[in-house]
């Protein structure tokens, strides 16, 4: 007998087919139905032969045709959703989706495993397990330790020996020994108390980072975990099984308690859940559906999957690669901006300006490579920490099976990545700063010689006059988010907890500082690209006439007026993807291996200021067919 999971206002039923011949509206009608019977006042309807709806699957939102059999249709035990029409406008409506469905419908599992050993982790490695191009599995030696440590935890059960969050209370109740009987249920109980997280779930990508991070920090084998438990935890990450974890609601000390409270909430089969399959459902429908049981935790396994700077590190790692992204691709970008200018590349030599009446360029084009060199310093800087972090235990208390004890200390503080994030944000936001000033030179007609906002029939066109406030505006905002969150700290638990890091906070806002910068770039690559329009049939440097036609690719040449969003939309995806990067780096690489010896080390201050001079002909030494 097949059996559907079916979402209706923000409920889940399970409504069971008698047969597969029956049709997609009879199932639609049945859940309907059961909500009704569910409801004192029916739902609001007085007979279910009234409601009218349309029923879609979870995965991809597809609408499904009324009239088609559950089995024509539908997979056995498929998640769908009715929607009853007027429902959608409603403030009160709950989507079974999380925003930007589409980017979630074309979900592939991965044939590929990482193994974890919790020590040798890379920030790439971990964005690309939130992306989910692998699957996990442990490590030998890795299960070897993890088995240790948990033969430790229950000598100390069966011993009745009194150990912080094990046999005790936590926080201010730490002095509450709690019999035997009761271990497992305190630790539920502490999941259950500590997911109290609000605001908007973090996207698939990001809870597969955090459970992914989780899951290396457990592999080191300091936490006290069974293997039992740690494979069921691996077994959902496999299949893409995400709880519900609100954004908010970390100071950043004795972790990330409450996010990594609602991740463990889901694994115990409460709460909500999310997989590709389902879309957002009841965490132990997900579980079922993909054949998996939650975990029913043991001792001290509550406290292992809660107490940790994972929160932190895991977006603080997405963090440090878009910024690392975006660095290679400022120089690029700023490259292609001094040509539209006829900026000279001298500036990076000896000489500057040897053939104009100018004596030299302003500072957003001459100094680009000391500003561009020192974000790529901070975010070397904060990678070199962020790897020390997520391949470190974080855990309190920490078990150590080779000397058979545990520990209380205090590495679960998340000081350091805290401090490292804000300035992340400091340093990246540079970029934008500058970027913006050169967006500006290129619109001015007194300082590009080019026409104004880069238009023709100025006045009837606008051209590039409000992309340009457009990255004002993002780049006042970054100001204000480059206010460092771990200067703060608020005494919680009781004066328990008496300093935090506030390291949540650090994390989200640098990686909305380094979306705006992404944005900002976006539109001086944009503006450039337009500034060449007129400019032909001058050509500049092979790299960047590749850039320029990567560009032209998914944005056509601004002729007249028309809708702007989009296009910046489409630049921007391009920095996301790295494909600007792609399009230069076989150039840039091939400079490298011929003009820098292995011997020689470049920071990367200098190593901007030699690509910037590779990169860009430059009004010094044009040629007749050249910028």
């Not at 040798?120 to 964005?127: A, E, F, G, N, Q």
């Not at 990450?237 to 908010?248: H, V």
């Not at 104009?356 to 680009?368: E, L």
């Amino acid at each position: 007998m097949p059996r559907y999971t079916v979402h209706v206002r923000g409920e889940w039923l399970a409504v069971p087919c008698q047969s597969g011949a029956s049709t997609v509206g009879w199932l639609g009608k049945e859940a309907v139905r059961r909500y009704m019977k569910n409801k004192p006042d029916n739902g609001g309807f007085a007979l279910v032969e009234e409601v009218k709806f349309y029923v879609r699957r979870c995965k991809g939102l597809g609408l499904l045709d009324l009239e088609d059999t559950v089995e024509d249709a539908l997979e056995d035990n498929e998640f769908v959703e009715v929607v009853i029409e007027g429902d959608i406008m409603s403030p009160d409506f709950i989507p079974s989706q999380p925003e930007g469905v589409h980017l979630y419908s074309k979900y592939r599992e991965p044939e590929q495993y990482i193994f974890l050993d919790g020590n040798s982790l890379t920030t790439k490695d971990l964005v690309s397990l939130g992306k989910g191009l692998y699957k996990i599995k442990l490590t030998p030696e890795a299960e070897a330790k993890v088995s240790e440590s948990r033969e430790v935890i229950e000598r100390i059960i069966k011993e009745q020996t009194v150990v912080y969050g094990i046999t005790t209370g936590f926080g201010k109740f730490a002095r509450t020994v709690i019999p035997n009987s009761k271990l497992r249920e305190l630790q539920v109980n502490l999941v259950r108390s500590h997911s109290a997280g609000v605001g908007k779930p973090l996207s698939p990508e990001r809870s597969r980072m955090l459970l992914a991070l989780r899951i290396n920090v457990l592999a080191k084998g300091y936490s006290g975990i069974s293997l039992e438990t740690l494979q069921q935890v691996i077994e959902a990450f496999n299949a893409s099984c995400l709880p519900y974890i609100p954004e908010k609601g970390t100071v950043g000390a004795s972790g990330d308690l409450a996010p990594l409270s609602h991740l463990a909430l889901g694994l115990i089969g409460e709460g909500k859940m999310w997989s590709p399959k389902s879309g957002w459902a009841d965490a132990k429908y997900v579980l079922e559906a993909h054949g998996l049981r939650p975990i029913t935790l043991k001792p001290k396994e509550g406290l292992a999957l809660i107490n940790g700077t994972q929160m932190i590190t895991s977006l603080g790692c997405e963090a440090v690669e878009r910024a690392g992204a975006i660095a290679r691709q400022a120089d690029i970008i700023a490259a292609l901006t001094l040509e539209v200018l006829k900026g000279t590349t001298r500036a990076f030599d000896t000489e500057s300006h040897r053939f104009c009446d100018r004596v030299q360029d302003a500072y957003t084009m001459r100094c680009c490579p000391q500003v561009h060199g020192v974000v790529n310093d901070t975010i070397a800087f904060v990678k070199d920490i962020m790897m020390t972090e997520i391949n470190s235990a974080t855990d309190n208390p920490m078990v150590f099976a080779e000397r058979a004890e545990t520990i209380s200390g205090g590495n679960f503080h998340g000081e350091y990545p805290a401090k490292a994030l804000d300035y992340l944000a400091i340093g990246v936001h540079e970029l934008a700063a500058i970027s913006e000033r050169r967006i500006e030179r290129l619109c001015n007609p007194s300082l590009s010689e080019l026409p104004a906002f880069l238009v023709t029939e100025g006045g009837l066109n606008s051209g590039f006059m409000i992309a340009h406030c457009t990255a004002a505006a993002l780049v006042s905002e970054n100001k204000a988010l480059c206010h460092p969150s771990s200067v703060d700290s608020l005494s919680t638990s009781a004066a328990t907890e008496d300093h935090v890091s506030m390291g949540g906070w650090a994390a989200r806002k640098a990686l909305r500082v380094i979306e705006h910068v992404e944005q900002v770039l976006a539109i001086e690559l944009l503006a450039a690209c337009q500034g060449i329009e007129f400019l032909r049939p001058l050509r500049t440097t092979t790299p960047l006439e590749k850039v320029y036609d990567l560009v032209r690719s998914v944005v056509r040449p601004w002729i007249k007026d028309r809708f702007m969003a989009p296009d910046i939309e489409a630049a921007h995806r391009l920095l996301v993807e790295q494909q600007v990067w792609e399009v230069a780096e076989p150039y840039i690489e091939k400079y490298r291996r011929e003009h820098i010896p292995e011997s020689r080390p470049i920071s990367p201050t200098a190593f901007s200021l030699e690509l910037l001079d590779h990169m860009g002909v430059g009004h010094d030494h044009r040629h007749q067919d050249e910028l």
